[in-house]
């Protein structure tokens, strides 16, 4: 079972087992191996190898992540606590320690030679770009750090940034982090109802938004999408505008203000304090979708997220000076606070952020991008690799990729197809993936191989280090090799989610009442004789499209706000490139007729209401729905039917 170090560099060939039915393992080259920041660690500690590091690790994750706490970060005041049960499940991490994230992402960097260094390449489809030093990074987040202050901001506020990916959108991040406001980041790709139920739920008196943004060669109305939103969120006093686009917006006189004028009054000062705060002062919120109701605010904090964030990108990712990192997602999802906003900074890294479609103007644009600035570790999603697949292998190979040395992939379970195009057509056989389980929740890396990792397509291997995760049946015990059961981690970590915003106890339920005493994750999964985890999906209500997390129930109020809808119920379906897709069924109120415009109308409609990546696939119209008797849809019937499966345990359906 233990990674073997000594293992040939048998690079993208499979083990010379002499059976095909054999598991087949991918070994990393052995510079990688060798070179690893993993590796130099497990030397360190005096651990033959990765995997006996890990298991003491997980023994002691205690030591360990206050290990990582002294060594990956910096704080103004040191902790003496590592971990505090007493309130558990509500667990506080270094909790006596006094922090700021942006110090360590910031402010730490400018006094050393890296504030030189280049921290942020940006660039657009438009084909506009900007390079950013930590020292231009620095200035900027002070500058709009005073000016969140002059709109009145302070810390424990809650402030809504709706952007695209652009720049701003981390100085805006970072500025509210160093004030010790809590930014609430809605992803730019969401619409109306979305925007609006996360404005509510937050109370925040500041938004940020931008005129626009750009997609495939289109403008996203992201000014238009706002103001209609604020209609019905009548708390929102102040509304920032970064001018991106250039095109006519209205701008509402006393409320929205632009940005550019902000940053050049006298009150944006380029000098602001860091404001030191609590290690559990709340950092931010991310609004996820659950099994039941409205997203829930989902609460990270300064200190253990930090750390956590660091870590894994430390070790998983294997980050050095000379790296340039790129991450495509968007920062309006997790993926982006903690390994485009956060991550990179706080370890000094190089990286670059794009703003437009993978496909624009031509399906070769991440792979120009990754030979023009010298990309060496790629982190994407697997909805994005099957979408390129489909181009052929002509578009990368055009392009020089040698810079590269790791790729990765997050956000659903990888096809082993996919995952063997990725290997071989981008990484060219040289560049381990790291296949990173992880979720809103958890804040970082949870599965995850890493540069020393024999790996095997579509398994995300072997928990990260500290992390004590397991498969068990419904009654919490140990589920047996290769047989399904829940995703659970038994023992805390520090990028933990705290709470969901004002809802203390829809944390407990969702999150630690399944199994008594066990995080319960929502995912499905196996463990194979090697100890590999294959995470199987989602087992509640969520449906992940090309990535994204949706929920039924979001998807389901969308449709029902049309005045055509009497009822609908929404599930997710297969889908070759988006991984899943919407499928809905829906009940027309009386005298309205079903008609193929009627289905296309309510396409449309859910698009303009949640956004373009919540547009059903299908719309069937029914007269009726399976339901409990206490008259919940049962989701899982309309999915084994849909799919010609059997319907299973049918007892509490309605009569
Ligand atoms: C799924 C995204 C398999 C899983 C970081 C999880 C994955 C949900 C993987 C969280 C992976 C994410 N392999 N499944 N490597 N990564 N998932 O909150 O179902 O948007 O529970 O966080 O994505 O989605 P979220």
Redesign the pocket.
Known sequence: MSENHAAPSTVGQLSAHGDESAPEFYHPPEELVNNSNIMAYAREKGFADVEALRQWSVENYQEFWADMATRMVDWYQPFTTVLDESAAPFYQWFNDGSINIVHNALDRQVKTWRKNKVALIWESEQGDNKTFTYWQLYKRVNKFANVLKAMGVKNGDRVTIYLPRIPEIMIAMLACAKIGAMHSVVYGGFSVEALQTRIQDAQSRVLITADGGFLNGKIVELKKITDEAIKHSPVVETVIVVKRTGHDVPMEQGRDIWYHELMALPIASPKCETEPVGAEHPLYMLY?SGTTGTPKGLVHTHGGYQVGVATTMHFTFDIKEDDVWWCAADPG???GHSYIVYGPLILGATQVMYEGAPTFPYPNRWWNIVERYGVTVFYTAPTAIRGLMRFGEAWPSRHDLSSLRLLG??????NPEAWRWYHRVVGKNNCPIM???????TGAFM??PNPTTPLKPGS?TRPFLGIDAAVVNEQGEPAGDDEDGLLVIKKPWPAMLRTVYNNPDRYIEQYWTKIPNLYT???SARQDDDGYFW?I??IDD?I?VS???LGTAEVESALVSHHDVAEAAAIGLPHEVKGNAIHTFVILKNGVEASEDLADELIAHVGKMMGPIAKPEAINFVTSLPKTRSGKIMRRVLKSRALGLPEGDLSTLEA
Do not use: F, H, L, N
């Not at 992939?409 to 990888?414: C, R």
């Not at 296949?435 to 929740?441: A, L, M």
């Open positions: 996820t999802w997790v993926t992939s997050v956000g659903e379970p990888i296949d990173t389980w992880w979720q809103t929740e599965i995850t995300g994750a929502g995912d995470v999906g989602r969520v992940k990535g994204y997390r």
